[in-house]
Nanobody
Framework: VQLQASGGGLVQAGGSLRLSCAAS????????MAWFRQAPGAEREFVAV????????DYTNTVKDRFTISRDNAKNMVYLQMESLKPEDSAVYFC??????????????????WGQGTLVTVSS
């Protein structure tokens, strides 16, 4: 099982980035998919989660209305579109997968599979 995150980079405040996560979990539609992030010296924190067929989403308050999580089950992909980026969004972003009964857990230990992380740096 592998999750491969990509799309991070350096962007100015106010800019946009789109993160992608390619998943080898099968069947992909059985997995709730989430994004977490971890800034230097900080704990890993929940960012966004999407239900099995993409009909429901949940976001942490600090990114609501700026970030959009989506998934393409035909391609085994999950995305995080990030708009109006702020320096405090700088972190390593991780995608995660869970086959649990809940699609919307915000707890990192609920997720079984993790990607390697992609670094997002937002300059002021």
């Amino acid at each position: 099982v592998q999750l491969q995150a990509s799309g991070g980079g350096l962007v100015q405040a106010g800019g946009s980035l789109r993160l992608s996560c390619a998943a080898s979990v099968r069947p992909f539609s059985s997995y709730g998919m989430a994004w977490f992030r971890q800034a230097p010296g900080a704990e890993r924190e929940f960012v966004a989660v999407i239900s099995w067929y993409g009909t429901s989403t949940d976001y942490t308050n600090t990114v609501k209305d700026r970030f959009t999580i989506s998934r393409d089950n035909a391609k085994n992909m999950v995305y995080l579109q990030m708009e109006s980026l702020k320096p405090e969004d700088s972190a390593v972003y991780f995608c995660a997968a869970s086959k649990g009964d809940r699609w919307n857990s915000r707890k990192s230990d609920y997720y079984t599979y993790w990607g390697q992380g992609t670094l997002v740096t937002v300059s002021s």
